[in-house]
């Protein structure tokens, strides 16, 4: 039956799109012809929402017809479907290929599983052999449909045999470039291989699942696939013995998935004289031995393979400060090079080396009306990065080195590349872009809506002698908040080296009120203490809240008891030393999870994922800033 169906639309849809076939209604014909008439109001009626993630028949029902009457004889009448400019076959019964009706919601809308609105049409035509025409369109109506594909989150996290299968843990997060995943679905990680050598076997846990529900995780299903929901077995590695890591791809819509061995470390360091030969400065790999970043150079240098260590250093075998080979068996150091950041390029197949001064870090493309013209961009010290402010066209662009093609990125926004593909840029604004290649990861790039507030505002006071800016970072839209010891009276301001447009105190008490930017006296003394400090700039408002203490709290004391920090103003932090056992713990302020802080030791953040710790003894220094720079560190005593 469902063949025959499908014939019969084909054949509709053939008939309907041979409109060369029209015939003039003036030229005679050998049987009567038959007069146009039109569908009555309610001859057609839809059906309910049509589901293409619970539906597998070929064909689908997506209205019922009440067919206008013609007074002709020896005339057959057929039908089409209307979809926008496209037109399908359909049959009298409203049924029409399932294939055509999802192609086109999936082009028009995209493959996200929600439901669409389709604005459709039907149109009659009659038929006798040799002569068709089409006698009557109905009024429109609406198909609602929804595109086949599964729900696909932000983001999925490696939980495994390297990590312990731990579902809550989040070092491992699988991602696209950050845009539409029914626009982009190949989500990408790296993972280390197992340092025993072994397979590695895992699940991947969705961002909604980190609060340790296995239900909605990725598994494997046949060779090269997966199934969503946890429906499958683990997936598994077959350990390479020349792998350190493994790109994993994960591709949300075709099901799909890979896992390509890498055979570099991911990072390689430079250190030199900038530093007194003290810090080392991360160079990011992209798996084929060949590392980049720009880095600050004041004289002589030299790279390493591993940060803490010096082990396998690499000197200067042969060149000068612009260029030549590396040697692991000893040498000299680099040349010295005048103090400026410089392009750093090494390759360790070649075992060869590459420093360009950066006399410029630019964005060229249209978004400036032509490819002609660059916007230079300027170092932000604060999140270590290039930035643009600019007012820009909609349309694409890349990032360029010395206002020159032979260094180039594009790509993806979180994954820039030499020579990638040109960038987009979706409408016309003012922007904050902000170019990432400090070598602590890919060269990746944000952009955000410029709503004209700086990134930071200072407070200042009587704490620090009214001579010490304390920064209170931003989100964009004037509001600002950081973490600070109060002493007596204090201001605002939005520079950290000067007193211009400074914020004062008009109206309020002791623990907020309003503020004024044309001169008043300054916020009253709060007492002295450790404050939540609040700023809205956009408000012209302030609030405080004290910090009566910050504690741990974990598995170590059964998540009941809080062990109690100090504050160590001398170090700016908040500290404690302690006996742990193996297990999970987060901070919080004032015994209470509304203020509260977890995530990775380097980046946490606000209701962050809980940490972990092995037994022992440690020393534990938190330290409370604000825009992504909260940090513990951990020392083993």
């Known amino acids: 039956m469902t063949k025959k169906i499908l014939s019969m639309i084909a054949l509709v849809a053939s008939v309907a799109a041979c409109t060369d076939d029209y015939k003039d209604w003036a030229e005679p014909q050998t049987v009567p012809q038959p007069t146009q008439v039109s569908f009555a109001d309610g001859s057609i009626s839809t059906v309910g929402t049509i589901d293409f993630n619970s539906y597998s028949d070929t064909i689908v029902k997506v209205c019922s017809i009440t067919a206008p009457t013609s007074s002709a004889e020896g005339y057959t009448p057929s039908y089409s479907i209307n979809l926008g400019n496209q037109t399908f076959g359909i049959n009298a019964e409203g049924i029409m290929s399932a294939a ?16 669409r609105d389709v604005n459709a049409t039907v149109s009659m035509w009659l038929g006798n052999g040799t002569t068709t025409v089409k006698t009557a369109t109905s009024a429109p109506f609406v198909i609602k449909a929804i595109p086949q594909a599964p ?141 980049s970043a720009i880095i600050y150079l004041d004289g002589e240098f030299k790279f390493k393979p591993n940060a803490d260590n010096w082990d396998g250093d690499w000197e200067k075998a042969s060149g000068d400060a612009t260029g030549g080979t590396l040697t692991a068996d000893g040498g000299p150091n680099v040349d010295g090079v005048a103090p400026g950041f410089y392009y750093v390029q090494v390759d360790l197949k070649e075992m060869t080396y590459k420093i360009t001064p950066v006399t410029s870090i630019s964005i060229i493309g249209s978004v400036r009306g032509a490819w002609d013209t660059d916007v230079d961009m300027t170092y932000n010290e604060n999140f270590k990065c290039w930035e643009a402010r600019e007012t820009l066209n909609a349309g694409e662009f890349k990032f360029r080195l010395n206002h020159d093609w032979a260094v180039n990125w594009g790509g993806a926004l979180d994954d820039l590349v030499q020579d990638g593909a040109n960038l987009q840029l979706p409408a016309e604004g003012a922007y904050i872009i902000r170019f990432f290649i400090n070598g602590d990861g890919p060269a990746h790039c944000t952009i955000k809506e410029d709503s004209g507030y ?184």
Not at 100 to 108: I, K, M, P, T
Not at 457 to 469: A, C, L, Q, R, V
Not at 503 to 522: F, I, K, M, Q, R
């Open 100 to 115: 055509d009706l999802h192609s086109y919601v999936a082009a028009q809308f995209g493959r996200r599983p929600v439901v």
């Open 151 to 291: 729900v696909i989150e932000a983001a999925y996290y490696f939980t495994g045999s390297i990590n312990g299968w731990n579902n809550k843990d989040t070092t491992y997060k699988l991602t696209n470039d950050g845009s539409d995943p029914y626009e982009n679905p190949v989500f990408k990680v790296r993972i280390p291989a197992a340092e025993d050598g072994s397979n590695i076997e895992f699940k991947m846990t969705p961002e909604s699942g980190l609060d340790g529900d296995w239900s909605g995780c990725l598994a494997a299903a046949e060779e090269g696939k997966f199934n969503y929901n946890n429906v499958g077995g683990n997936f598994i590695i077959v350990a390479d013995p020349d792998a350190l890591f493994y790109d994993l791809t994960f591709n949300m819509l075709d099901q799909t998935w890979t896992a390509t061995p890498v055979g570099f470390n991911e990072f390689i360091y430079e250190i030199g004289n900038e530093s007194s030969w003290s810090e080392p400065h991360p160079l990011h790999g992209n798996g084929l031995g060949q590392y």
């Open 454 to 637: 700086p990134d930071f505002f200072y407070e200042i006071g009587n704490e620090g002698g009214w001579s010490t800016s304390h920064k209170l970072g931003g989100n964009g839209n004037g509001q600002y908040q950081g973490y600070y010891w109060l002493d007596g009276e204090f201001k605002f301001k939005p520079n950290a080296d000067n007193w211009d447009n400074d914020l004062e105190y008009v109206s309020g008490n002791a623990l907020g009120g309003t503020l004024t930017d044309g001169g008043g006296p300054n916020c009253p003394d709060p007492g002295a203490g450790f404050y939540q400090i609040n700023l809205d700039a956009a408000g012209m408002t302030y609030s405080l809240l004290k910090i009566e203490s910050i504690s741990m709290i974990g598995g170590f004391n059964g998540w009941s008891e809080d062990l109690e920090m100090t504050y160590n103003a001398a170090e700016g932090c908040w500290e404690v030393t302690t006996d742990a056992v193996s297990g999970e713990f987060k901070f919080r302020a004032n015994h209470d999870w509304g203020i509260n802080w977890g995530g990775a030791e380097g980046d946490l953040t606000q209701d962050g994922a809980n940490l972990n710790i092995e037994a022992g003894t440690y020393k534990f220094q938190l330290y409370i800033s604000y825009a992504g720079n909260n940090k513990v560190v951990i020392t083993k005593q």
